[in-house]
């Protein structure tokens, strides 16, 4: 803990104001460099480019309150530096990942200074039913559906899920809430999850696929691994040299360094607090938007297999609203419900 002893820095009243702000700067820093002027040095504004939302203009960083606290398609254009040039969104979905910094205490050193993630949705030209067209090059009859009804018909398949609820499909790139007469697309998804994590750990975006879907571990000897909660395991042979001090997960070819600043459970706060603000948050807007309060949610989609954003979603969502994995047509899990929908709808 750094602390600034007054009396013995010489300090005048009006001085001490700058000390504790230059304090606040240096605190969770093993070593940094202040400099002494004569005068203040202008600041340099640098571009934060701004968002476009009830007709206002807000900066980047300070638009996710009235983005969340809003509907969907509430955001109609944003810009980005340097050249901030306009881009029009039917909606967009931030996650402010310094304030989930700040959120859980997260050491200044282990996490980017400033980093908003943004998902923005953009229907470039107005839907058109290819069916017709299809049907005469295939020389086969083709009904275009909706994918938010597919996703509907294919998990309230879930025994027991019945047909009240409210099925929530998580995509890369999308969250549609659908019950049984609407439907909301909002904005964001399991890829924004990816290069949020990203960001916050500084791994690459390869990476952050296998880092966002769980616990962690550190290896603290070449064969002994410290987990978020305190546990240590052991492994069967040691760890590669490069993992040795590190944070990893289980990847594809075995254990995946990906941090060396932060602690395991310091971490595990900022994932789980990631996954309430960047999902748990944008499926209680596209809930909102739909205008139903459900006492069944059924989550389907790649991201449904996590049972982080499970919670996560169970968490923003009000108290008594039952949360559950769908398990299409009672056999098939998670991962298929626009497919076996789609299939339902034309059966029916």
Do not use: C
Request: hydrophobic share 50%.
């Amino acid at each position: 803990m750094l602390t600034v002893d007054f009396d013995r820095l010489g300090l005048r009243p009006g001085e001490r104001a700058d000390a504790a702000r230059v304090a606040a700067r240096l605190a969770d820093s093993s070593n940094a460099v202040v400099v002494l002027g004569d005068g203040a040095a202008e600041a340099v504004a640098e571009p934060d480019g701004w968002v476009e939302a009830g007709g206002a203009r807000t900066p980047v960083g300070e638009a996710h309150a009235a983005i969340a606290a809003g509907a969907v398609g509430l955001a109609g254009a944003y810009a980005l530096p340097p050249g901030e040039e306009r881009r029009a969104v039917d909606d967009l979905w931030t996650v402010d990942l310094s304030s989930i910094a700040d959120a859980v205490v997260a050491r200044r050193a282990g996490t980017g200074s400033r980093a908003v993630g943004l998902a923005a949705l953009r229907a470039d030209a107005p839907y058109t039913d290819p069916s017709a067209a299809l049907a005469e090059r295939l020389g086969v009859p083709v009904h275009a559906g909706s994918e938010a009804r597919a996703a509907w018909a294919g998990g309230v398949s879930t025994p027991g899920a019945g047909g009240g609820g409210v099925v929530i499909d998580l995509g890369g790139g999308t969250v549609d809430a659908v019950s049984a007469g609407a439907e909301v697309t909002a904005a964001g998804g399991g890829e924004l999850l990816t290069v949020s994590v990203a960001a916050l750990t500084g791994a690459t975006a390869a990476a952050a696929e296998w880092v966002k879907r769980g616990p962690a571990h550190r290896v603290e000897a070449p064969q002994v691994l410290l987990g978020e909660d305190g546990s240590r395991a052991f492994l069967d042979r040691p760890a590669q040299p490069e993992a040795i001090g590190a944070l990893v997960v289980r990847g594809p070819a075995g254990l995946l360094p990906f941090n060396r600043l932060l602690a395991p459970g310091e971490w595990r706060a900022l994932r789980l607090r990631l996954k309430v603000e960047a999902v748990g948050g944008n499926v209680a807007r596209a809930l909102r938007t739909l205008g139903v309060a459900p006492g069944t949610v059924v989550v389907v989609g790649g991201p449904a297999g996590d049972d982080e954003v499970l919670s996560a979603v169970a968490r923003a969502l009000p108290a008594g609203v039952a949360v559950g994995r769908g398990d299409v047509g009672g056999s098939l899990g998670h991962r298929y419900a626009v497919a076996y929908g789609l299939l339902r709808r034309l059966t029916d």
